[in-house]
């Protein structure tokens, strides 16, 4: 029975230790939570056949396998694997009895998400709620372990009972430059730095500087850094068709490679008021295809049906990452349709909204663009995440996840993670790159993205100099590393550097644009007011992280499955058996002789700054795979042969 320990709170009732937050210590503890204070809930339910679940799972997806690609239905693997209808009416039952409510359940019966008042759940799990101090918020989590009775503890493998999971949050950045700069020369075009591209106005020494709609179009003079005096300047943020030019795949249109016959999910918290019209606006500014009834769709709660607003950083918060999911996805394939489930909050909601899209495979190809800090999550929830991942490899879907922003994560934990879901072996996680695409839509350059900033001032005279030496601080990079939870799955070995993984999973698997100064210009209408959801006028903003990468690469997906006729589900084992044939299949993310820097600055602040690009903490970009960008990028120079080789 996983999460529950053997010791015994009482001869009828057994503990879920794993239940227990590692933050829900005596130092951090603010006293009892208020009687009175709703807070979420959720148990999880044991597969019945765990392990013929992860058997059917692997054999479905790996490509040696005789079984490769013979996926359950939905129906069939829920009647063979999921919690039987007894069980679950068992472990519901206790919970409307102990007069909490049900806020939600999934056909697959694997998880109840519920909610009620602190004295209600400390009856019913026979704890007691203490409120925390944790990462700025006040949380509330058991201070001793749950228990169940006897009757139901048989039946429930997991107890989540802590609103640390409401700190779920989306993996995307808005750096949005500066988008005009004090007046410059009219001199003849210089080179621009490094990519041979025409730079349309000679470099200015006045701040601040103006941002790029293309690689190597503005150039800033620096202070003295790597041999360089003048550097481009950050971008704008791309359209769809810039990506689609960058990435080879606008050729590929012409024979009507556009995702048509596809549907990529989307899951995130909230929902936008404005989502379709925002997405046309942008859409008709760019002359791109239009969102329809064909090409867009969503499953999402009443705003009245919000909830944890204060805790999940409310529909504002969630807002432009619905937004970013949805305009790149259609972006890069805008013939492919778009279903888009949005979780009541960041919490059990996700895990419903997920469910709806599973239980009925309304779409085998699934972007999350969220995750946690790090693995510092309950083995409870861990274990029930990992069963509903079971139930997507075996049904033929395959999910996509961010790897994270924060880099390496030690300067959260003191030490490495990789951020979960991403780092579990059942999903396939997206790194992050930075991309430079030029005039004519050819790109100059990718690196992994991983920046380092440092502050460029100008005093009274003009000139210029850095507050700190270059290549100055940490500032985002793409997730990755080693688990210190999952060991090393079966598709990695021998293509994983062992010195990486010493046995354990290593994340990312594949990567795409993330870098928020070469990122994506989304449009969009803000919500102003999380109580009304009025929102402003239309605006541009630059937004990157793997929250970009990660919709990046479903749609990337999307193409190569109307290219090949062929629905590829959870992708990993088949993207590692392409590579070990055909490494040309992806393009190699290494690094690059000379340190490739950026000019910018940020407009929401007005301060300047030199970025050096590929410097992602402790996580480096090698020849071959590696921990920032894993196989690299889909290479769709090279579509014919992947469309055959996965025949």
């Known amino acids: 029975m996983a999460g529950a320990s053997g010791a015994q709170a009482a001869p009828t009732r057994t503990t879920y230790t794993a239940s227990v937050p590692t933050w829900a210590k005596h130092a951090n503890d603010a006293g009892s939570t208020a009687a009175t204070e709703t807070v979420e809930g959720e148990v999880y339910l044991p597969l019945r056949d765990q392990a013929g679940a992860v058997a059917l799972a692997t054999a479905v997806t790996d490509p040696a396998s005789p079984s490769y690609r013979k996926t359950l239905s939905p129906t069939a693997w829920i009647n063979t694997y999921a919690p039987s209808l007894s069980d679950f009416y068992s472990v519901r039952n206790y919970i409307t009895g102990s007069g909490l409510t049900i806020t939600g359940i ?20 026979s704890t007691s709620l203490h409120t925390y101090s944790y990462k700025g918020q006040k949380l509330a989590a058991p201070s001793a372990a749950p228990s169940l009775p006897a009757t139901v503890s048989n039946l429930v493998s997991g107890i989540v009972l802590d609103q640390g999971r409401m700190l779920t949050r989306p993996d995307s950045i808005s750096q949005t430059p500066a988008g005009a700069a ?3 020369s009219a001199a003849p075009a210089t080179p621009a730095a490094g990519d041979g591209t025409a730079a349309t106005t000679a470099p200015s020494a006045t701040l601040p500087y103006k941002c790029s709609t293309y690689a190597g179009q503005y150039q800033g003079v620096i202070p003295a850094a790597y041999g360089k005096t003048v550097a481009d300047t950050g971008l704008c943020g791309y359209t769809g068709k810039q990506l689609r030019q960058g990435y080879g795949i606008d050729a590929l249109s012409k024979a009507g490679l556009n995702g048509f016959g596809q549907t ?10 404005t989502i379709s019209q925002d997405v046309n606006t942008q859409a008709d500014t760019n002359g791109e295809p239009r969102l329809n009834g064909s090409t867009y769709q969503q499953i999402v709660p009443a705003p009245a049906q919000f909830t944890d607003q204060a805790l999940c950083g409310g529909p504002s918060g969630w807002q432009g990452e619905q937004t970013l999911d949805v305009e790149s996805a259609h972006g890069i394939a805008p013939g492919a349709k778009i279903l888009y489930s949005g979780g009541t909050n960041c919490g059990g909601g996700l895990d419903l909204a997920l469910s709806k899209l599973l239980d009925g495979k309304r779409a085998d190809i699934i972007s999350n663009s969220y995750g946690y800090q790090g693995e510092d999550v309950s083995d409870s929830q861990i274990a029930g995440q990992v069963n509903l991942q079971l139930q997507a490899a075996g049904t033929g879907i395959g ?14 934990f003191g030490f490495a993670s990789p951020d979960f879901p991403a780092s579990s ?6 790194g992050g790159t930075s991309i430079g695409i030029g005039q004519n839509g050819q790109k100059t350059f990718e690196t992994g993205w991983g920046d380092d900033r440092a502050q460029i001032v100008q005093s009274s005279t003009g000139a210029l100099s850095y507050v700190t030496p270059v290549p100055g601080t940490f500032f985002y990079g793409a997730g990755g590393g080693t688990s210190a939870v999952f060991t090393q799955p079966a598709y990695q070995k021998g293509i994983v550097p062992t010195a990486l993984a010493s046995g354990m999973r290593v994340s990312p698997d594949i990567s795409a644009i993330a870098d928020p100064a070469t990122g994506f210009a989304v449009g969009i209408r803000p919500i102003l007011d999380d109580t009304t959801l009025k929102t402003g006028p239309f605006e541009n903003q630059a937004t990157g992280g793997t929250s970009l990468a990660s919709p990046v690469t479903a749609a990337m997906i999307a193409l190569v499955q109307q290219s090949s006729k062929e629905s590829i589900g959870f992708a990993n084992p088949t993207l590692y058996s392409l590579y070990a044939k055909a490494p040309t299949s992806f393009v190699d993310v290494a690094p690059e002789a000379t340190p490739r820097v950026l000019a910018l600055t940020r407009q929401s602040t007005g301060l300047s700054y030199l970025q050096t690009l590929d410097r992602d903490s402790s996580l480096k970009t090698a020849k071959g795979y590696d921990d920032v960008t894993g196989l690299g990028s889909i290479s769709f120079a090279n579509l014919p042969a992947i469309s055959k080789a996965l025949k």
Do not use: H, K, N
């Not at 999934?106 to 799990?125: E, L, N």
């Open 106 to 125: 999934p056909q697959s019966r694997q998880f109840i998400v519920f909610r009620g008042t602190a004295d209600q759940i400390d009856a019913a799990f």
């Open 182 to 184: 004090a007046a410059t």
């Open 264 to 273: 990529i999910g989307i899951v995130d918290a909230y929902a936008s008021p």
């Open 425 to 430: 072996p059942w999903v396939t996680a997206v």
């Open 399 to 412: 999910l996509y996840y961010s790897s994270g922003d924060s880099g390496d994560e030690a300067a959260a």
